[in-house]
C-alpha cells in the first residue's frame, strides 16, 4: 500500500516538474490568424506598454521631488543654524543688559 503512495507522489511530481510551453505568443495559436487579430494584440500591447511608461514617468516624477529636498537641505540647515546664532547672540546680549536684543 506504501509503495503505491509513493509511486503515485513520484509520478505526481514528475509531471508538476516537468516544463511545458507557454501559451504566450505562440505562433501556432489559431486565435492569431487573422490581421485583425494581430493588429488587436499589437494596439493593446502598444497600450500596455505607454500606461506603463506614464506609470513609471510619474514615479520618477515623485522620486526627483524627493531628491530635491534632499539636495535643498544642506542649504536649509544652512539658513536654520545662522538663525538659531543669531538668536543666541541675541540672548546673549539681553542677558547682559543690552535690552535692545530683548524684543527679537
Known amino acids: 500500500m ?3 503512495i509513493l509511486i503515485s507522489a513520484l509520478a505526481l ?3 508538476t516538474a516537468t516544463p511545458t510551453a507557454a501559451l504566450a505568443d505562440d505562433p501556432n495559436d489559431p486565435a492569431m490568424k487573422s ?3 494581430r493588429e488587436r494584440d499589437a494596439a493593446e500591447i502598444r497600450r500596455l506598454n ?3 511608461l506614464r506609470h513609471v514617468q510619474e514615479r520618477d516624477a515623485r522620486y526627483a521631488e524627493g531628491w530635491k529636498a534632499t539636495r535643498e537641505y544642506p542649504a536649509a540647515r544652512r539658513e536654520y543654524e545662522a538663525a538659531m546664532a543669531e538668536w543666541r547672540r541675541a ?3 539681553c542677558r547682559e543688559g543690552r535690552y535692545e536684543y530683548c524684543a527679537r
Do not use: I, S, W
Open 50 to 52: 505607454l500606461e506603463q
Open 13 to 15: 511530481g514528475a509531471v
Open 91 to 93: 540672548v546673549r546680549l
Open 2 to 4: 506504501k509503495l503505491h
Open 35 to 37: 490581421r485583425a487579430a
